[in-house]
T-cell receptor, first 109, second 114 residues
Framework: GQNIDQPTEMTATEGAIVQINCTYQ??????LFWYQQHAGEAPTFLSY??LDGLEEKGRFSSFLSRSKGYSYLLLKELQMKDSASYLC??????????WGAGTKLIIKP | DVKVTQSSRYLVKRTGEKVFLECVQD?????MFWYRQDPGLGLRLIYF???????EKGDIPEGYSVSREKKERFSLILESASTNQTSMYLC?????????????FGEGSRLTVL
């Protein structure tokens, strides 16, 4: 079956760096997405990776290794507003999105 | 500012009632989706639509139906609500024309069935 794994919860300190991992097993691969979802709000798009390597966008970076079925989201210079859930999703060979359960990130002062 | 609007943020219904959840997008997107989000689970696709009057079943269509009479509007219908349909329902849209497939989500409708 298809599966996306990410940690349920992580805690980090304001100003620090945190890496949220995502591993996947899917039928085919047409890209990996990261979304951010604040409590009670809609998910919003953060990044899309389809080729191996690191994509940097300000304080956020996303890495992909297709051969390992692995991605991570790296958040630098953490701010309190980064407290949210981070959702990993993979687009399979049928262009359907398979979603992980999300990682709740708690930022402490 | 692009927007996906869901008609109700919070609803409380009784078992057996018919429930309508409406979603409107102003981005002229072809693709629209209905998901449900439950604690500890990834988003699960209920139905989607790639065009007006077109609908496709997702992973968990049982107990639900949809309607897409106009491009901008995608409605989710629970014909006879049951307690196991208590959930957060998220509508999303995407343009799907050679882009990354980024989804734009509505704020969600939290449904409680008593």
């Amino acid at each position: 079956g298809q599966n996306i794994d990410q940690p349920t919860e992580m805690t980090a300190t304001e100003g620090a760096i945190v890496q949220i991992n995502c591993t996947y097993q899917t039928s085919g691969f047409n890209g990996l997405f990261w979304y951010q979802q604040h409590a009670g709000e809609a998910p919003t798009f953060l990044s899309y990776n389809v080729l191996d390597g690191l994509e940097e966008k300000g304080r956020f970076s996303s890495f992909l290794s297709r051969s390992k079925g692995y991605s991570y989201l790296l958040l630098k210079e953490l701010q309190m507003k980064d407290s949210a859930s981070y959702l990993c999703a993979v687009m399979d060979s049928n262009y359907q999105l398979i979603w992980g359960a999300g990682t709740k990130l708690i930022i402490k002062p | 500012d692009v927007k996906v609007t869901q008609s109700s943020r919070y609803l409380v219904k009784r078992t057996g009632e018919k429930v309508f959840l409406e979603c409107v997008q102003d981005m002229d997107h072809e693709n629209m989706f209905w998901y449900r989000q439950d604690p500890g689970l990834g988003l699960r696709l209920i139905y989607f639509s790639y065009d007006v009057k077109m609908k496709e079943k997702g992973d968990i269509p049982e107990g639900y139906s949809v309607s897409r009479e106009k491009k901008e509007r995608f409605s989710l219908i629970l014909e006879s609500a049951s307690t196991n349909q208590t959930s957060m329902y998220l509508c999303a849209s995407s343009s799907g024309q050679g882009d990354t497939g980024e989804l734009f989500f509505g704020e969600g409708s939290r449904l409680t069935v008593l």
